[in-house]
């Protein structure tokens, strides 16, 4: 997963575990 899309998946999965308050 994280070897070709990193950054795309790293901003998704950062927006997931992000507290959206």
Known sequence: M???N???FS???YLL???HV
């Open 2 to 4: 994280f070897t070709c």
């Open 17 to 19: 575990i992000s507290p």
């Open 6 to 8: 990193g950054p795309f």
């Open 11 to 13: 901003r998704l999965a």
